[in-house]
């Protein structure tokens, strides 16, 4: 339950951070709008990093947890 938990907060946590670096990087001042919303393609590559990340961010944390 603990590693579900940390790996759901992780996971949330950071896709909404990646999407804010996602739309400062495709900013163009507001010549076309302010959001620009990631294709599939990008957002599938994006979710799937953050899914290995929060994965192996819930066992590090269960293991240090444990060793402390």
């Known amino acids: 339950?603990?590693?579900?938990?940390?790996?759901?907060?992780?996971?949330v946590l950071f896709l909404i951070e990646a999407l804010f670096h996602f739309w400062i990087g495709k900013s163009d001042h507001g010549k076309n709008g302010w959001i620009h919303l990631p294709t599939c393609q990008e957002l599938a590559a994006i979710v799937g990093v953050l899914f290995v990340?929060?994965?192996?961010?819930s066992y590090c944390a269960d293991v240090l947890n444990k060793a402390i």
Do not use: C, D, E, L
């Not at 990340?53 to 961010?57: D, Q, R």
């Open 53 to 57: 990340f929060s994965v192996a961010n």
């Open 1 to 11: 339950m603990r590693k579900s938990v940390i790996f759901f907060t992780t996971f």
